[in-house]
């Protein structure tokens, strides 16, 4: 097993609809918003965590691939490869990229068959950080890099908003910064699940209230070591 790379996807990430990724935050503040988005502790300005553009794209390619019934609900570990029947490459295929957490215990010679099979984990996502360039059009205009957007329940009897609350969002038109690199294994190419992936996240959404119509996104500019592969993006079907 030879690593021939590591390969860098590149691109930017443009929010269709406002997008809410929370920031944990518990405590009451007065005047605040009763959900704030996380940002960057130093900059002060909001990011997209590397851990939930992971965590969505391999929880839709595992729905995707039919295997979330088998893993119950849990990520695809190792153990559950030889439960998999028709779609055990596609199983296999998401630990290569995503990885897996030990089994704990021992391992018998299967095992370890399959652990020197699926070697290193191949994606690295980072963290999201806003264009600078949208950052300066957003202050020439005076205009705030987030929103506050107002939600509430409708009383189906009487008809009337109840519990109102109020939800901060980046808004729509705002672009980040995008970056995963991918390691290439003797030869493999396995940029064409990336991508579905990919495509299932812009089809899907990211972050919270997507039912709801928050984040929407949409993958621009994609480039893989320099060179443009946006269309191989914009052309798959699923």
Same mark, same amino acid.
């Given at each position: ?10 691109? !930017? ?6 997008? %809410? ?7 009451? *503040? ?33 729905? %995707? ?13 190792? =153990? *559950?490869?030889?439960? $998999? #029947? ?8 998401? $630990?290569? $990229? ?15 068959? @399959? ?5 290193? !984990?191949? @994606? ?5 950080? /806003? ?11 005076? $205009? ?36 995963? !690199?991918?390691?290439?294994? #003797?030869?493999? #190419?396995? @940029? ?7 495509? /299932?996240?812009? /089809? ?19 480039? @893989?070591?320099? =060179?443009?592969? =946006? ?8």
């Amino acid at each position: 097993m030879k690593l021939d790379k590591i390969a860098n996807l590149e691109g !930017t990430i443009e929010l269709v609809t406002g997008l %809410h990724i929370g920031s944990g935050n518990a405590e009451m *503040h007065i005047g605040g918003t009763d959900s704030p988005v996380i940002k960057n502790p130093v900059t002060g300005q909001p990011y997209i965590p590397g851990s939930s553009l992971k965590g969505k794209m391999r929880s839709l390619m595992e729905w %995707h691939a039919g295997v979330v019934a088998v893993a119950r609900g849990k990520p695809l570990g190792i =153990q *559950h490869l030889d439960q $998999l #029947d028709g779609n055990r490459e596609a199983g296999l295929t998401i $630990l290569k $990229l995503f990885g897996y957490a030990p089994t704990g215990g021992g391992m018998d010679r299967d095992m370890e068959a @399959l652990v020197t099979e699926i070697g290193p !984990t191949r @994606l690295s996502f980072w963290d999201c950080g /806003l264009d600078p360039a949208w950052v300066e059009e957003m202050q020439e205009k005076n $205009l705030l890099l987030t929103e506050t957007k107002m939600e509430n329940m409708i009383d189906r009897i009487r008809g009337v908003a109840e519990h109102p609350r109020n939800t901060e969002r980046v808004p729509a038109g705002a672009r980040f910064n995008f970056r995963l !690199t991918l390691k290439v294994i #003797d030869g493999e #190419d396995l @940029l064409p699940p990336v991508l579905r992936g990919l495509k /299932l996240v812009e /089809l899907s959404g990211l972050g919270g209230s997507v039912s709801r119509g928050y984040g929407k996104i949409a993958f621009r500019d994609l480039h @893989l070591d320099g =060179q443009p592969i =946006q269309d191989r993006l914009n052309d798959i079907q699923l």
